[in-house]
């Protein structure tokens, strides 16, 4: 078995509202394809439970509360240059939630899908 090699990344994380839309399509789901068309090393879409934002309104799935414009975060990461160019081609979307970039660290090891 190999041993992990680290590698510098970057993760970029957006979160919208469930409701969020761009030409009738989930904005979150517009991100992911945008992303995967891309050819980006990987990205998941994480759907919560509850949560606000800049307009303080909570919004919960709570069984007296309704599970209205949930929080979707969609996580992708890849190396900073990949993720430079990938914020960039998002511009059109103007997205109104809240995005984040952050360093990480990626344990690797040799074989397929090690593209980072």
Do not use: C
Not at 62 to 73: A, T
Request: aromatic share 4%; hydrophobic share 40%.
């Amino acid at each position: 078995m190999s041993t992990p090699v680290e590698r510098p990344a970057e993760r970029l994380t957006i979160i919208v509202g469930e409701s969020d839309r761009y030409h009738q399509k989930a904005l979150h789901s517009e991100i992911l394809h945008r992303a995967h068309a891309a050819g980006l090393a990987g990205a998941s879409v994480w759907r919560g439970f509850e949560g606000y934002g800049a307009r303080n309104h909570i919004h919960t799935t709570r069984i007296l509360s309704l599970s209205e414009d949930l929080p979707v975060k969609v996580e992708i990461v890849d190396t900073p240059e990949r993720i430079d160019e990938f914020v960039a081609s998002l511009a059109d979307l103007e997205i109104n939630g809240l995005v984040v970039r952050e360093p990480v660290t990626v344990l690797h090891r040799d074989g397929p899908g090690t593209d980072l």
